[in-house]
């Protein structure tokens, strides 16, 4: 049984990872249409990543005897500067969930709650990974340049990352 201040945090940390889905499905959304469908790709796997994150968190909370909430959506925006842009955007955002994720996992503890606390820690590593992949790409765009003939290559690069930090287990295990 989850306590109402775990319950709580895990009710924002799932708030988070929808709006992540979404931030992620416009940014996916725009490079489509720009024409940058390599990064439409890797943004699309990118967006059904964050609701898995989101669904594992709200089969979590039910299984714990809890209640989830199912978040309303901020609106994204449908513009964006650029690719770089892009991916600063969402390095800047993954560096605020691994912050939310650190504080549920303090909160588990001050709760006592560590079948939460083993459960977070999934979330924990999953942070670590998304973070380096951010960082990767900002780092290749760099490389690659702001060229038009750069950004070809950079976009045909991302094709074919998979994501590779990114692998989900199923909900509640
Ligand atoms: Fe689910 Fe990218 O944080």
Redesign the pocket.
Known sequence: MVSKRVEEALNKQISL?GN?SQFYLAMASWAESQGYNGTAEFLYRQTD??RQ?MLKLIRYVNERGGTAKIPSIDEPPVEFEGLEKVFEMLLQH?LK?TAAVNSVVHICLEEKDYTTHNFMQWYVS??IE?EATARGILDRIKLTGAEKGGLYLFDRDLENLTGGSISVPDAGK
């Open positions: 990872e992540s990543e964050e994150h993954e969930v999953e942070q998304e």
